[in-house]
Structure formats: C-alpha cells, structure tokens
C-alpha cells in the first residue's frame, strides 16, 4: 500500500478497541506507517505485530494501569520498563444500538471514554483521539426518518440525537474537550461515517439497487484504511485543541448523482453551498481543510457503476 512520508516521526501508541471491525484495520495502518501499538481491548487481535493487553476500559483502575504499562510483544524482552507512550487512539465503544440493551451501550460508551480520556491526560499523554459517530447528527437512529435542519452535514451542526448510543458519543465528546480544557492538550474526535473493509465493496451493487437504503446515514463510508490515514494525520498535527471531524469519503455510495438523491430523499431541505457531481452529503471538508484529509480509496476504484 502507497504511503505519504510522515511529518514526523512515528511515536508510541496506546489503541483501545483495535480488535474491532475499525480498530484492526487502523493499528495495521500505524504499524505499516511506523508506529509501536499496543491494543487494549477485551478480545485478542490476531496481528504478529500488536499484542493486546486484556483491558475493560469500564474499569477505571484498569485504563490507568494499561496506559502506563510496558508496550513490547514479549515477556522475556530485554527491558519491560513502560516506555513514554506519546498517544491515545480510543476505538473501544459498543458501536451502534440493538447490540445491548440502551443503558449498557450509554454505560459502557460514556464511562469508558471518561476513564480513558481521564487517565491518558493525567499520565500526561499529550495527544487523544476518540471514535465519535455521525450518528450524533441524530439522524440514523432517530425513531422515524427525518429531514436534517441543512445539508451537507458538517462540524457546525447542533447536534441532538434521541438514541443512547449516538447521545453516548455527544457525551463523549464533551469529555473530550473538557479534558482538552482541563489539560491544555489536543483531543480529537472523529465522526466516523459508515466504515467500509476492503471485502464490504462487495456490497456496493445491493446498495445501487435500493437508493433510499443509506438514506439516513446521507450515503455515507469511509473506507478503513482511509480511516488509517486520518488517524495517522491526527497524530501527526498538533495545536489544534478540542476538534470534531467529520470522517467520510469525497463522494456518496450511491451511483446516483448528489442531486438526484437530495431530490428523490431530501426535496424539502435546504443545501448549504453548491455541490459536486456526486459529492457526500456528510462533508468532510474540515478535515481536509485543516488537515489535508484526501480520501484514497473511493468505490469506484473498485465497483463497476
Ligand atoms: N463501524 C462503523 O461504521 C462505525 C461508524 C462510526 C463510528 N464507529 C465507532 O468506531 C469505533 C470502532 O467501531 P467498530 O465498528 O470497529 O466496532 P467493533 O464492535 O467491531 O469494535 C469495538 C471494539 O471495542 C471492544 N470493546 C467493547 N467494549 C469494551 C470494553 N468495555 N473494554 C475494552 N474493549 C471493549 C470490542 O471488543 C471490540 O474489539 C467505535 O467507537 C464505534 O462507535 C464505527
């Protein structure tokens, strides 16, 4: 896989939830782009390079306890001193509702965030970046479909879901920038779109064939080692502060142009500023503005329309 240079380099990273869908795919784009990572979840990842601690981030004493633990693979090394950890990627998260009953996705959700975005501030781990959703735009799992105020969806929205598990991540970030304010350092969070592996493309004709099925999630994907690269460029940019980011691809995944979806699905809402052929309705021009966010793998590298 062709890799950008790294601005800088590559650092030590604490992972949370790198066993999962997401999680797998970005820890193997830090490794190939440099970095040391040490997983922290409740179930192996099964990646030669990573070990995973088997760590409940719901257990305050155990985040803190992982996040200033040694990070090599092997239990003979040379040196099992901790070494200085340089950031928190926190990926571990119940991801959606009508996996666990509401209260245990909101429980797990906001209190492993507060623990883990606590503990990695007060050991002095200057750079944070947390799983948000674009679920928080309140629209995916809202009881009935509904209109959004305006789109494209983008970081200036206020956001006010009714479903737990996207009000777990509205929380979630506000921890976050509580943490940024409290400590002073950088805390990112992003709202992931719909996270698509490389095998998912698969799926894409089934999507053509039903338009109004991505509706509520504005058509959005980001493909996982787009994911890798965001999160590389969140590590790699410091002084921002408490930021939102959307994450999502350029265009929808739909083969319908933009504007043929905003007026079949959307007739009655306003639209902020012009829109390309076939740009997503889940803008993440934040990210490429203030981070130089570029998308590599759009579907139609790898459907035929
Ligand atoms: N997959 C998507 O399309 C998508 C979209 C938007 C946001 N997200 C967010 O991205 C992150 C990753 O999502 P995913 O699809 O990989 O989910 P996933 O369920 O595949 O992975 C989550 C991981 O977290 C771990 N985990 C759960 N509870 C834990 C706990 N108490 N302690 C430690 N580890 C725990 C799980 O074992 C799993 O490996 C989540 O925060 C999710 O909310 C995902």
Redesign the pocket.
Same mark, same amino acid.
């Given at each position: 896989m062709a890799k950008r240079a790294n601005t800088r380099p590559a650092g030590r990273v604490m992972f949370? $939830? =790198? &066993? $999962? @869908? +997401? =999680?797998k795919h970005v820890v193997q784009y830090l490794v190939d782009s440099g970095y040391q990572v040490l997983n922290? %979840?409740? @179930?192996p990842l099964d990646n030669p390079n990573v070990r995973t601690l088997i760590? %409940?981030?719901?257990d305050s004493g155990q985040v803190f306890n992982a996040l200033s633990s040694y990070m090599g693979l092997h239990e003979f090394d040379p040196s099992l001193r901790p070494q200085q950890v340089d950031a928190v990627v926190h990926? +571990? +998260?119940?991801?959606?509702i009508m996996i666990t009953p509401d209260n245990e996705v909101f429980r !797990? /959700?906001a209190l $492993?965030t507060y623990n883990v975005v606590e503990a990695a501030t007060k050991l002095g781990i200057r750079k944070i970046i947390v799983? &948000? &959703?674009?679920?928080t735009y309140g629209l995916v799992f809202a009881n009935e479909p509904k209109d959004p105020e305006y789109l494209p969806l983008d970081e200036e929205y206020d956001v006010n879901p009714m479903d737990s598990y996207a009000l777990s @991540?509205i929380v979630n970030e506000q921890t976050a920038r509580a943490f940024a304010t409290r400590s002073g350092y950088d805390i990112y969070a992003l709202r992931? $779109? /719909? !996270?698509i592996e490389p095998h998912e493309y698969a799926n894409f004709p089934k999507f053509f064939a039903d338009p109004g099925g991505r509706k509520r999630i504005m058509w959005s994907y980001i493909d996982a080692r787009d994911l890798g690269e965001m999160t590389r460029l969140c590590l790699e940019k410091d002084g921002l502060g408490y930021q939102a980011f959307n994450v999502g691809n350029d265009d929808c995944s739909s083969d319908l142009p933009t504007a043929e979806l905003l007026k079949r699905f959307y007739p009655k809402v306003k639209v902020k500023h012009k829109l390309g052929k076939y740009e997503c309705l889940f803008s993440n021009r934040k990210a490429r503005n203030l981070l130089g966010f570029q998308p590599q793998h759009s579907w139609r590298k790898y459907v035929k329309a």
């Open positions: 949370t $939830g =790198g &066993s $999962g @869908k +997401a =999680g922290i %979840d409740t @179930k760590t %409940d981030i719901t990926f +571990a +998260a119940i991801p959606r !797990v /959700n $492993g799983a &948000s &959703s674009e679920t @991540k992931i $779109g /719909n !996270v």
